[in-house]
């Protein structure tokens, strides 16, 4: 067998089954000189199943980025009783349109952060389709960010 067996999963649409999803047999993984131990994981789809049961408006491509993505990480403490969502919100109002994501990868309350508050790290990801951005582009890009989350939301950057 390829995959592991109960570590597999059907991809069903609409009732029908249109490929599996599972990790690889670890002797697999070991004959395609993959790492050992490492999970690795597979999946198979019929493509043309796919095409022909989901909606026409359900699925898009488009080309992968021609240039490349800028990522800045952003650290502030706010109060504890202010979402994520809110904050991000607030950074995407400021953001000029090369701000692509914007994710929020710790929050932590605790020993070093004050009552009544928390730490919140988010990553931005910046990306132009036309063009590399410029260092000053970025900088000035969080400069505004910064801004506003501290006018805005209180926020103190860390």
Do not use: C
Not at 83 to 106: K, M, N, Y
């Amino acid at each position: 067998p390829y995959l592991v067996s109960g570590r597999a999963a059907r991809i069903d649409v609409g009732g029908h089954t249109i490929g599996v999803v599972g990790q690889l047999a670890p002797e697999r993984a070991e004959t395609r000189e993959l790492p050992p131990g490492d999970a690795v994981y597979v999946a198979e789809v019929d493509l043309n199943a796919l095409t022909r049961l989901a909606p026409n408006d359900a699925i898009r491509s488009r080309s992968l980025p021609r240039f490349p993505s800028v990522v800045r990480d952003l650290s502030i403490l706010v109060d504890d009783a202010l979402s994520a969502e809110t904050v991000r919100g607030t950074i995407r109002e400021t953001a000029p349109a090369t701000l692509v994501l914007v994710w929020e990868f710790d929050r932590y309350q605790g020993k070093g952060i004050p009552e009544g508050k928390v730490s919140l790290s988010l990553r931005l990801t910046f990306q132009s389709p036309d063009r590399t951005l410029t260092d000053d582009e970025v900088q000035a890009a969080m400069a505004g960010i910064v801004k506003a989350v501290t006018e805005k939301l209180g926020a103190v950057q860390r």
